[in-house]
């Protein structure tokens, strides 16, 4: 923008013609170029390659400037996000108001593969795009209508999508899957969207910290519904493997393909850890327009995070508002009875044979995570493999205890509440009663936030541990945490304190 002030009566003088007198095209693709010299300056490669290059200038009269691109989505897109700032940059270089109509010319859409130009005419310097203007990255103006009828461009471009995509794995069936008290309810709601797509409970979002079995349900769902359909269309993909597809639709000039292989060319959108969307905002964008579009046609969306909608900072409030119609399952940690019911799957789809005592153990030091519980029973069995021994608990502990953090085993909301009490002269009840005393209410506090960094328990079940209160009541009172962490130093002393002999210690006397 500077830098075009710098030179404005040339530019100006350029492009002041009388009212209501059709431009030359030479003169509107010189006006066009100015205006993208303009912007460029502006915009990142991404948003250039991706959005701007493909546009084409088509006529410049009566102050109203026409500029076309290579489809709707294209369009509007633009139309969204930067029309305004097509509108003042062209006001600066004419220095006038004028408007800025986008209109599409199907004409522009990227013709078949064999057709392109190698990738390095799309990184070409905004001078070579100067040079010829609306032709940067084509070669021909056949319409899209007609490439399907030779090559099928569409379709081609679906198929290059799923290879982004992760197949199912047969091993994460409902089968294989141990329920329990923790995870039931997130358990059935995902058995009854498998059995009726899009009937209810969509969108469902599940929700629990990292390797209580989210993933595993994610592909159960597709596994069963495509046992009972085979011809069910599903997706499943993580949501960085979402944005990265979206990237290659940018780059490769794949709006429409990739419109349809999300919005109408699957039953089931299965997407892990959503909580990756955060802070991208152009995919965030494409995400909630696809969602409008598989919410409105009734099918399937299944999502999982590791937080609760409304806690994923970064997210668009519309997105999380969407996010929430549906039913919302949290996965808690499993008890040790399921933990144990876990280990006992896992020894008898790997052929192991795994004691009881073994089992107590292993199942009393991973009280968090399925994957890790899982993963201390394999590398146990590796030991014994090679030392030719049978698995007992002598060798668990010999070989295992000095992986375990130690006091993991013990450390238990129940744990934290009696040692907060302890600490700050009060019983556990107090901690979740309805005392607004201020030794209370920081005790409280304190006891919530290690509950949230010790055991990563979500919002509503810190809630519900402590009296039964709402899960913005609970994010305020860490929030307060959060602050006095930074400005008081008592209160750091006294976290720092209880956060050292809990995770130290297995049995702590106050």
Same mark, same amino acid.
């Given at each position: 923008?500077?830098?075009?002030?710098?030179?404005?009566?040339?530019?100006?003088?350029?492009?002041?013609?009388?009212?209501?007198?059709?431009?030359?095209?030479?003169?509107?693709?010189?006006?066009?170029?100015?205006?993208?010299?303009?912007?460029?300056?502006?915009?990142?490669?991404?948003?250039?390659?991706?959005?701007?290059?493909?546009?084409?200038?088509?006529?410049?009269?009566?102050?109203?400037?026409?500029?076309?691109?290579?489809?709707?989505?294209?369009?509007?897109?633009?139309?969204?996000?930067?029309?305004?700032?097509?509108?003042?940059?062209?006001?600066?270089?004419?220095?006038?108001?004028?408007?800025?109509?986008?209109?599409?010319?199907?004409?522009?859409?990227?013709?078949?593969?064999?057709?392109?130009?190698?990738?390095?005419?799309?990184?070409?310097?905004?001078?070579?795009?100067?040079?010829?203007?609306?032709?940067?990255?084509?070669?021909?103006?056949?319409?899209?209508?007609?490439?399907?009828?030779?090559?099928?461009?569409?379709?081609?471009?679906?198929?290059?999508?799923?290879?982004?995509?992760?197949?199912?794995?047969?091993?994460?069936?409902?089968?294989?899957?141990?329920?329990?008290?923790?995870?039931?309810?997130?358990?059935?709601?995902?058995?009854?969207?498998?059995?009726?797509?899009?009937?209810?409970?969509?969108?469902?979002?599940?929700?629990?910290?990292?390797?209580?079995?989210?993933?595993?349900?994610?592909?159960?769902?597709?596994?069963?519904?495509?046992?009972?359909?085979?011809?069910?269309?599903?997706?499943?993909?993580?949501?960085?493997?979402?944005?990265?597809?979206?990237?290659?639709?940018?780059?490769?000039?794949?709006?429409?393909?990739?419109?349809?292989?999300?919005?109408?060319?699957?039953?089931?959108?299965?997407?892990?850890?959503?909580?990756?969307?955060?802070?991208?905002?152009?995919?965030?964008?494409?995400?909630?327009?696809?969602?409008?579009?598989?919410?409105?046609?009734?099918?399937?969306?299944?999502?999982?995070?590791?937080?609760?909608?409304?806690?994923?900072?970064?997210?668009?409030? @519309? %997105?999380?508002?969407?996010?929430?119609?549906? =039913?919302? +399952?949290? #996965?808690?940690?499993?008890?040790? *009875?399921?933990?144990? !019911?876990?280990?006992?799957?896992?020894?008898?789809?790997?052929?192991? @044979? %795994?004691?009881?005592?073994?089992?107590?153990? =292993?199942? +009393?030091? #991973?009280?968090?995570?399925?994957? *890790?519980?899982?993963? !201390?029973?394999?590398?146990?069995?590796?030991?014994?493999?090679?030392?030719?021994?049978?698995?007992?608990?002598?060798?668990?502990?010999?070989?295992?205890?000095?992986?375990?953090?130690?006091?993991?085993?013990?450390?238990?909301?129940?744990?934290?509440?009696?040692?907060?009490?302890?600490?700050?002269?009060?019983?556990?009840?107090?901690?979740?009663?309805?005392?607004?005393?201020?030794?209370?209410?920081?005790?409280?506090?304190?006891?919530?936030?290690?509950?949230?960094?010790?055991?990563?328990?979500?919002?509503?079940?810190?809630?519900?541990?402590?009296?039964?209160?709402?899960?913005?009541?609970?994010?305020?009172?860490?929030?307060?945490?959060?602050?006095?962490?930074?400005?008081?130093?008592?209160?750091?002393?006294?976290?720092?304190?209880?956060?050292?002999?809990?995770?130290?210690?297995?049995?702590?006397?106050?």
């Amino acid at each position: 923008m500077v830098a075009m002030r710098d030179e404005p009566n040339n530019l100006r003088s350029e492009f002041i013609r009388s009212a209501g007198a059709p431009s030359p095209v030479s003169e509107v693709d010189n006006l066009y170029s100015a205006i993208m010299q303009c912007l460029r300056r502006r915009l990142s490669l991404f948003v250039w390659q991706g959005f701007f290059e493909p546009l084409k200038p088509i006529s410049f009269s009566d102050d109203v400037l026409t500029v076309a691109a290579p489809s709707l989505f294209h369009r509007d897109w633009i139309q969204d996000h930067y029309l305004l700032e097509i509108i003042e940059a062209a006001n600066n270089v004419l220095g006038r108001k004028i408007e800025v109509v986008l209109t599409f010319d199907s004409s522009l859409n990227v013709p078949h593969e064999k057709e392109l130009e190698p990738l390095a005419v799309m990184t070409q310097t905004s001078q070579e795009a100067s040079q010829r203007p609306g032709r940067s990255a084509y070669i021909s103006n056949e319409p899209a209508s007609i490439l399907p009828l030779r090559h099928s461009p569409i379709e081609d471009a679906s198929q290059r999508f799923e290879i982004s995509s992760t197949p199912l794995n047969p091993q994460y069936s409902f089968d294989t899957f141990v329920p329990g008290p923790s995870n039931q309810m997130g358990f059935a709601a995902c058995t009854a969207v498998a059995e009726q797509p899009g009937s209810q409970y969509s969108p469902l979002f599940l929700f629990g910290p990292v390797g209580i079995g989210k993933t595993h349900l994610l592909h159960g769902i597709g596994l069963h519904a495509l046992a009972h359909n085979p011809s069910t269309r599903i997706v499943y993909m993580s949501a960085e493997q979402w944005v990265n597809a979206y990237i290659q639709a940018i780059r490769e000039r794949r709006f429409d393909a990739f419109r349809k292989r999300f919005r109408t060319g699957c039953d089931i959108l299965l997407i892990d850890d959503i909580q990756f969307l955060a802070g991208k905002d152009a995919s965030q964008d494409e995400f909630f327009h696809t969602f409008n579009s598989l919410y409105q046609t009734h099918k399937q969306i299944v999502v999982t995070s590791d937080k609760y909608p409304h806690e994923i900072e970064g997210l668009e409030e @519309r %997105l999380k508002t969407r996010l929430s119609w549906g =039913l919302i +399952a949290d #996965i808690r940690p499993p008890e040790i *009875e399921t933990r144990i !019911a876990i280990l006992h799957r896992k020894a008898e789809s790997c052929n192991i @044979r %795994l004691p009881m005592d073994v089992a107590h153990y =292993l199942a +009393a030091q #991973i009280t968090t995570s399925v994957r *890790e519980l899982e993963g !201390a029973l394999l590398r146990l069995s590796a030991f014994v493999s090679v030392t030719k021994a049978e698995i007992s608990l002598a060798h668990a502990k010999e070989y295992l205890s000095p992986v375990f953090r130690r006091g993991a085993g013990s450390m238990t909301a129940e744990r934290i509440c009696e040692y907060v009490a302890a600490y700050y002269d009060l019983r556990p009840a107090d901690l979740k009663g309805i005392s607004r005393q201020r030794q209370v209410v920081i005790a409280r506090q304190c006891a919530m936030s290690l509950c949230r960094s010790q055991l990563a328990l979500s919002l509503p079940e810190i809630g519900r541990l402590f009296g039964g209160r709402d899960h913005t009541t609970v994010l305020s009172s860490l929030r307060k945490v959060d602050e006095l962490r930074e400005t008081d130093i008592g209160v750091q002393s006294v976290l720092a304190r209880l956060e050292k002999n809990l995770i130290g210690s297995d049995d702590i006397s106050v």
